[in-house]
């Protein structure tokens, strides 16, 4: 029995999995299996999550939506790879035409971890892990991006039209259009076409 709450909870009910499923295949788009969409505070994550026409997720992605407000947008057209991992308690808005490669990680919320290491820390206590949130900042992916391998996009984040990230970036601030960005932090390396 623990096997299977364990899988539910990892994974989200194979019911609002197959909404997801059947929203995608009426707009020609596909979300390979298996991916998850655990069910945390909203009811009904599938009715969340918005994918355009003729887009393909990878396998073993990841949908997760953390609060009843929040909204994942994907437009039409969009192609991303495997292991994609979406964290959203606000807004995630991703334009059309968009490309991921592999392990692409995009996160909306992080963990308040000041707020309960430091107290600890500082009165001669040993940590426990929590679970408190920062407040969300959404996130926005112009049209025609590209992403390569194990990129991470951070809170608050807005990324303009046409712009390529590099493997392994971590972009923490907002992308201009038609800009080539790298490295941990992401920074403007040329513009497209110059």
């Given at each position: 029995?623990r ?8 994974l ?5 999995r ?6 995608a295949?009426a707009?020609?788009?596909?979300v ?5 969409l ?5 009811p009904?994550p599938?009715?969340s ?17 953390t609060?009843?407000s929040?909204?994942i947008?994907?437009?039409?057209g969009?192609?991303f790879?495997e292991?994609?991992?979406i964290?959203?308690?606000d ?7 968009v ?5 692409v ?9 000041e ?10 206590a040993?940590?426990?892990a929590?679970?408190e ?5 959404p996130?926005?992916?112009g049209d025609g991006?590209?992403?390569g391998?194990?990129?991470v996009?951070?809170p608050?984040?807005v ?19 038609y ?6 932090p992401?920074v403007?390396?040329?513009?497209l076409?110059d």
């Amino acid at each position: 029995m623990r096997t299977t709450f364990t899988r539910r909870a990892t994974l989200g009910s194979w019911t609002e999995r197959a909404r997801l499923i059947r929203k995608a295949r009426a707009v020609g788009s596909v979300v390979r299996l298996p991916f998850r969409l655990p069910q945390s505070s909203a009811p009904h994550p599938s009715a969340s999550v918005s994918i355009g026409a003729s887009s393909y997720i990878g396998a073993r992605s990841w949908f997760s939506v953390t609060s009843p407000s929040a909204r994942i947008v994907i437009g039409d057209g969009c192609v991303f790879g495997e292991s994609l991992a979406i964290s959203c308690g606000d807004e995630v808005t991703i334009g059309n035409g968009v490309t991921f490669s592999d392990r692409v990680t995009i996160v909306d919320q992080q963990h308040d971890a000041e707020s309960w290491v430091r107290d600890a820390l500082d009165q001669g206590a040993s940590p426990h892990a929590s679970w408190e949130m920062l407040p969300p900042e959404p996130i926005k992916i112009g049209d025609g991006c590209w992403f390569g391998v194990n990129v991470v996009v951070m809170p608050g984040v807005v990324i303009g039209p046409g712009c390529v990230v590099g493997s392994s970036s971590v972009v923490t601030r907002d992308v201009p259009p038609y800009t080539v960005v790298a490295g941990i932090p992401a920074v403007p390396i040329r513009r497209l076409g110059d």
